[in-house]
């Protein structure tokens, strides 16, 4: 098979994967190998705490694997986040976003295909699915279709984790004030040419996703790619000064229609538990933008690069150490004549 000619960034985030991430490594490096003239390898190691770092500290030694290049974070962020750590450091003309235990490396050259034809988004969406729990399929599945409604993208099928980014689209999106976040939706909303693949492969090896791990992240989600949470608000409040005016009138009439009307506890019952109803939902929703100010403000950066090492070899800088001999300038005497003969 034909290379394609161009460089290409692959980032995946591993979190305790010392078991399988030397032969992960050893299949993606052999599959970029015969796919593209010239590619690095970003790995971000999502604060694990079993042997990862030594296992990639050693595949990055003189002996290890080429084009390899490790961020090490010193404290567990989402899935996001990691992979933007990766994203903002690719030096490729392309850069393509894939989980190892559950992305197909190989339908990468499908991908790379549409890339290099013009699409500056392709996005491929694997049918078999991790195992997850009953409760993370149903609170998945209202996430998706929430979302949907709001930003009008279905995230799970428009919008999966695999993907491959051309360089403007990166660029474009370091210019948000939150990239981490902004990249899990703008590719699919941003008005960049885009591709939707699907394929079939078995995951490698995935543990069961749980619903407690996701809910932080899909709230995030929610409340900082849209404005249509808080349009919800506005219209709750709306909805809640209506309800009010209506509920006053029909006082009023009763008041003056009625001549045997009760004490005013029955009223008062009604009218309390319907406002705190409303008010409630209000402060909910209010309640997760304040918590999302406050953890953008108050938590620092988002991550903190503990250390950095790359491959001893880079076969990048083998190319650009090629030294071409010029020819030797000839000598001539006083009348023009080549000195020598």
């Given at each position: 098979?034909?290379?394609?000619?161009?460089?290409?960034?692959?980032?995946?985030?591993?979190?305790?994967?010392?078991?399988?991430?030397?032969?992960?490594?050893?299949?993606?490096?052999?599959?970029?190998?015969?796919?593209?003239?010239?590619?690095?390898?970003?790995?971000?190691?999502?604060?694990?705490?079993?042997?990862?770092?030594?296992?990639?500290?050693?595949?990055?030694?003189?002996?290890?694997?080429?084009?390899?290049?490790?961020?090490?974070?010193?404290?567990?962020?989402?899935?996001?986040?990691?992979?933007?750590?990766?994203?903002?450091?690719?030096?490729?003309?392309?850069?393509?976003?894939?989980?190892?235990?559950?992305?197909?490396?190989?339908?990468?050259?499908?991908?790379?295909?549409?890339?290099?034809?013009?699409?500056?988004?392709?996005?491929?969406?694997?049918?078999?699915?991790?195992?997850?729990?009953?409760?993370?399929?149903?609170?998945?599945?209202?996430?998706?279709?929430?979302?949907?409604?709001?930003?009008?993208?279905?995230?799970?099928?428009?919008?999966?984790?695999?993907?491959?980014?051309?360089?403007?689209?990166?660029?474009?999106?370091?210019?948000?004030?939150?990239?981490?976040?902004?990249?899990?939706?703008?590719?699919?909303?941003?008005?960049?040419?885009?591709?939707?693949?699907?394929?079939?492969?078995?995951?490698?090896?995935?543990?069961?996703?749980?619903?407690?791990?996701?809910?932080?992240?899909?709230?995030?989600?929610?409340?900082?790619?849209?404005?249509?949470?808080?349009?919800?608000?506005?219209?709750?409040?709306?909805?809640?000064?209506?309800?009010?005016?209506?509920?006053?009138?029909?006082?009023?009439?009763?008041?003056?229609?009625?001549?045997?009307?009760?004490?005013?506890?029955?009223?008062?019952?009604?009218?309390?538990?319907?406002?705190?109803?409303?008010?409630?939902?209000?402060?909910?929703?209010?309640?997760?933008?304040?918590?999302?100010?406050?953890?953008?403000?108050?938590?620092?950066?988002?991550?903190?690069?503990?250390?950095?090492?790359?491959?001893?070899?880079?076969?990048?800088?083998?190319?650009?150490?090629?030294?071409?001999?010029?020819p030797q300038p000839q000598k001539y005497g006083t009348y023009g004549e080549q000195v020598g003969q």
């Amino acid at each position: 098979m034909t290379q394609f000619p161009l460089f290409l960034s692959l980032v995946i985030t591993t979190h305790n994967q010392a078991d399988h991430i030397q032969a992960l490594l050893i299949e993606i490096n052999r599959t970029l190998d015969e796919l593209v003239s010239d590619y690095e390898i970003i790995i971000v190691d999502n604060a694990s705490n079993d042997d990862s770092l030594l296992r990639l500290k050693a595949l990055t030694g003189t002996e290890g694997l080429p084009n390899l290049q490790v961020y090490a974070l010193t404290k567990e962020v989402d899935d996001d986040t990691a992979s933007w750590v990766g994203l903002e450091n690719a030096l490729g003309d392309f850069v393509a976003v894939l989980d190892p235990l559950n992305d197909d490396v190989n339908f990468l050259r499908e991908m790379l295909d549409e890339a290099v034809s013009g699409a500056d988004v392709v996005f491929a969406n694997n049918k078999q699915k991790p195992a997850q729990s009953f409760a993370y399929r149903g609170a998945y599945l209202l996430f998706n279709m929430l979302y949907k409604w709001f930003s009008g993208i279905h995230l799970a099928t428009e919008a999966p984790q695999y993907r491959v980014l051309s360089k403007c689209v990166v660029n474009f999106i370091l210019q948000h004030p939150q990239p981490a976040i902004t990249y899990r939706h703008l590719p699919a909303t941003g008005g960049f040419s885009r591709v939707n693949l699907s394929y079939s492969a078995r995951p490698k090896l995935s543990r069961t996703k749980r619903l407690g791990e996701s809910v932080d992240r899909g709230m995030r989600l929610l409340v900082s790619t849209t404005r249509a949470p808080m349009r919800l608000v506005t219209s709750l409040s709306l909805f809640g000064a209506v309800a009010n005016l209506v509920y006053s009138l029909y006082v009023v009439a009763v008041a003056f229609l009625k001549v045997d009307v009760a004490p005013g506890w029955v009223s008062l019952s009604l009218q309390q538990s319907g406002m705190f109803f409303l008010i409630s939902l209000v402060l909910l929703v209010l309640g997760e933008y304040i918590l999302n100010m406050v953890s953008l403000q108050n938590e620092g950066p988002l991550y903190h690069v503990g250390q950095e090492f790359t491959s001893a070899r880079m076969t990048r800088r083998e190319k650009l150490n090629i030294e071409v001999a010029m020819p030797q300038p000839q000598k001539y005497g006083t009348y023009g004549e080549q000195v020598g003969q």
